[in-house]
C-alpha cells in the first residue's frame, strides 16, 4: 500500500496550526494548598477533636496501667509470702499458688494493654485520615467551581514539593493566585471561636500600610 504523502503533511500542519490557539488559550492558577489546609476553621476543629479523643484514649491508658502495677503489687506481696520460712510448707504451698495465679494476671494485663496501644493507635490514624480526606474533599470542590468560573483550565499547587523535599513550582508572579478567595470564601461559615491567621491578617497589613 503506498502512503500519499502530500496529502499528509498539509493535514499535519493544518493540525499543529489548530493545536497552538488552543496552547496559548491555557489558563493558569496557583494555589498554597499547604497555607489554605492549615487555617481552614474545620481543619482546626477536627484536629481539636482529634486531641480531645487522644486524651481520652491516654486516660484509659492510665487506667489499664494502674491496673497492671496494682495487680504487680500484689504479685510481689503473694511472693515474699510465699518464702516466708516462718509459716507451714502447705502454707507457703499454698500462698506460692496464688503467686503463680497473680502472675498470669500481670500476663493477661500486659497483653490488655499492649492491645489497647494497637487498636488506639489505629483509631487515631484513621480518624485522622478521614478528617483529612474530608476536608481536602472540600477544598477542592472549591477549587473546582472557582477555576471554572474563572475559565482556568488549570491550578497548580506551589506549596508541593518533589520527591528529594524541593519545590516543585520554582518561580510564580501570584498574578492569577487564589489562595486568599479560597480561604475566605471556605471560612465565611467559621463560628466566632475559629481563627482564620494569614489571609485576613496579610490583607489588613497592606490596606494599613497604603
Do not use: C, H
Not at 143 to 169: F, M, R
Request: proline share 3%; no cysteine.
Amino acid at each position: 500500500m503506498k502512503i500519499n504523502f502530500k496529502r499528509i503533511i498539509p493535514v499535519l500542519a493544518v493540525s499543529l496550526l489548530l493545536t497552538v490557539p488552543a496552547l496559548a488559550e491555557t489558563k493558569i492558577a496557583t494555589i498554597d494548598l499547604r497555607k489554605v489546609f492549615d487555617n481552614y476553621w474545620k481543619r482546626q476543629q477536627a484536629e481539636a477533636a482529634l486531641k480531645e479523643r487522644g486524651s481520652d484514649l491516654d486516660k484509659e491508658y492510665k487506667s489499664y496501667v494502674d491496673d497492671y502495677n496494682k495487680i504487680k503489687e500484689e504479685y510481689t506481696k503473694l511472693l515474699a509470702a510465699a518464702n516466708d520460712q516462718s509459716v507451714t510448707p502447705e502454707e507457703r504451698e499454698k500462698r506460692k499458688t496464688a503467686a503463680e495465679a497473680k502472675l498470669l494476671d500481670i500476663k493477661a494485663s500486659e497483653n490488655t494493654i499492649r492491645t489497647f496501644e494497637g487498636n488506639a493507635r489505629d483509631q487515631l490514624d484513621t480518624q485522622k485520615k478521614r478528617m483529612r480526606d474530608t476536608i481536602l474533599q472540600e477544598i477542592r470542590a472549591v477549587i473546582n467551581a472557582k477555576a471554572k468560573t474563572g475559565g482556568y483550565t488549570l491550578v497548580i499547587d506551589t506549596a508541593s514539593e518533589s520527591i528529594s523535599s524541593t519545590p516543585i513550582v520554582l518561580f510564580n508572579t501570584l498574578e492569577n493566585d487564589m489562595t486568599d478567595a479560597i480561604l475566605t470564601q471556605l471560612n465565611v461559615g467559621a463560628p466566632p471561636a475559629a481563627s482564620t491567621k494569614d489571609a485576613p491578617k496579610t490583607e489588613e497589613k497592606k490596606e494599613t500600610k497604603k
